[in-house]
């Protein structure tokens, strides 16, 4: 039956080299992320969510400006009015005569307003700060959607790549498990084996086109959330190798990075930046305000006998507020218990980031360890199989003992594939964890997104209607 271990042995050398050696023509990982980078729409969407964000700047800078506002009117009036004649030639005790005015007019105006800000409690100063923080704070869960496309789309690969190499064992063995039927009945017939072991043949032979089956699934779910989480539907997978080398070399050094560049802990510090200046502006409503406003307006037919007039003024205009219902004070307790919340989260973000790394780093040396462990579990699978057939060929073993030694094989195999594929998969999650997980670090051939492009585009925009687009 060494045929039939060749034919096994052959397929299992292959998958077990799935994860470390190098193709000659195949989509590789690095493409796939980089695919997957440009043109997730998780990412692109999030990406839509920072441009407008930044669009709260300039929003907030408005308030340093100047503001115009033109008015026109025009409209038609009909007029009649009855007047008494007053004149030196009426004799005295004569009665009064009248006359009247009548006739339609087009009364029709126009002018401009221009009011200045001159001091509104540093409320703009603040809420422009406010602005800014929220920006930092939308580019950082752009970073942190970043790491999580990516980290998702190499475990989708690297899952591909895994069930891939089961249903190539899998096929394999029920191949071996077919040719162990046939000799087990060619046995029989030279009375070498009873009935029985002709059964427990086809018994696990059932079982292999089971496994099969369930293996075939398997890849077909691989392939569809390949194709949902990269964006295309996958073709030849080559190999791909650990990003150890992007990480910190000691877990208390992966613990200090992870605290301080995981996004998750850098968008809970702008959140608090934010919280503060909500503060500010809250306060701010308390203090007195102080504006310039000028004004010109021309009238033109405003009555029968009134035809043209002009006007201009100009107005500063100071405003302190005394008391207005309290709203104002409720509304600065509340900004600063969302303040103190904020604060709280960041000490939540900090002792997940450290759980994380720690969490990443264990289960990255597990899978070290594992690969060790199965390789030698392989081998010595092998090396059963091979004396247990050669006893059975002697009559010192049974035909279920070779099916229980080829099963162990097969299941030390795909321990083998799962643990290279853990492998390379808890690499990239402690890459994650320490927040590095991005293009620029990963070396991947896509225009890395610079968000301070947008931010720039619009910042000190006063007018416009079109994004910087074009749309």
Same mark, same amino acid.
């Given at each position: ?68 506002? %033109?008015? =026109? &009117?025009?409209? !038609? *009036? /009909? ?7 007053? +004149?030196? #030639?009426?004799?005295?005790? %004569?009665? =009064? &005569?009248?006359? !009247? *005015? /009548? ?7 126009? +002018?401009? #307003? ?9 409320? !703009? ?22 790491? !999580? ?323």
């Amino acid at each position: 039956m060494s045929n039939d271990l060749t034919g096994l042995g052959a397929a299992a050398t292959t998958v077990a080299a799935l994860l470390f050696c190098q193709p000659v023509l195949a989509d590789t990982l690095e493409s796939a992320l980089a695919y997957a980078y440009a043109n997730n729409p998780q990412l692109n969407s999030q990406r839509a969510v920072v441009r407008a964000t930044d669009e709260g700047v300039p929003t907030a800078l408005a308030g340093y400006r100047p503001r115009a506002v %033109a008015t =026109a &009117s025009i409209g !038609t *009036q /009909s007029l009649s009015t009855k007047l008494r004649e007053i +004149g030196s #030639t009426t004799p005295p005790g %004569a009665p =009064a &005569s009248y006359f !009247t *005015q /009548s006739g339609v007019n087009t009364p029709h105006s126009a +002018g401009v #307003t221009v009011t200045q800000n001159l001091l509104n409690g540093f409320q !703009t100063a603040n809420r422009t700060k406010l602005a800014e923080s929220q920006v930092f704070a939308a580019r950082e869960t752009l970073r942190s959607i970043e790491q !999580t496309v990516l980290l998702n789309a190499a475990t989708a690969y690297m899952n591909l790549l895994r069930d891939a190499g089961i249903l190539e064992l899998q096929r394999s063995n029920l191949e071996v498990l077919q040719e162990q039927l046939r000799q087990t009945k060619a046995r029989l017939e030279n009375g070498n084996v009873t009935a029985t072991d002709v059964s427990q043949s086809e018994t696990r032979l059932s079982v292999g086109r089971t496994q099969l089956y369930v293996a075939e699934a398997n890849y077909e779910s691989a392939r569809a959330v390949y194709r949902q989480v990269i964006g295309l539907d996958p073709g030849k997978l080559a190999p791909a190798a650990p990003v150890d080398r992007f990480t910190p070399r000691t877990l208390p050094a992966a613990i200090a990075a992870g605290i301080a560049q995981s996004p998750a802990v850098t968008t809970a510090q702008h959140n608090v930046d934010i919280a503060v200046h909500q503060v500010k502006v809250a306060e701010g409503a308390l203090y007195p305000t102080l504006s310039l406003q000028g004004s010109v307006q021309k009238n033109y037919e405003q009555t029968l006998t009134l035809l043209q007039t002009f006007n201009a003024s100009g107005t500063l205009q100071y405003s302190a507020p005394l008391y207005q219902g309290g709203s104002e004070y409720a509304a600065i307790r509340q900004a600063k218990e969302t303040q103190g919340q904020r604060q709280l989260d960041l000490s939540v973000a900090r002792d997940q980031a450290r759980m994380s790394v720690a969490q990443a780093w264990a289960q990255l040396e597990a899978a070290k360890q594992s690969i060790e462990s199965t390789k030698a579990q392989v081998k010595a699978a092998e090396a059963a199989l091979n004396g247990v057939r050669e006893e059975a060929r002697l009559g010192q073993r049974t035909t279920l003992d070779v099916l229980n030694a080829q099963q162990e094989l097969v299941s030390a195999r795909i321990a083998l594939v799962g643990s290279q594929r853990d492998r390379l998969v808890n690499s990239y999650t402690l890459v994650a964890a320490v927040g590095r997980l991005a293009p620029q670090v990963l070396g991947l051939t896509v225009p890395a997104y610079d968000p301070q492009v947008h931010y720039h585009q619009v910042r000190d925009a006063w007018t416009g209607v079109r994004t910087p687009d074009g749309q």
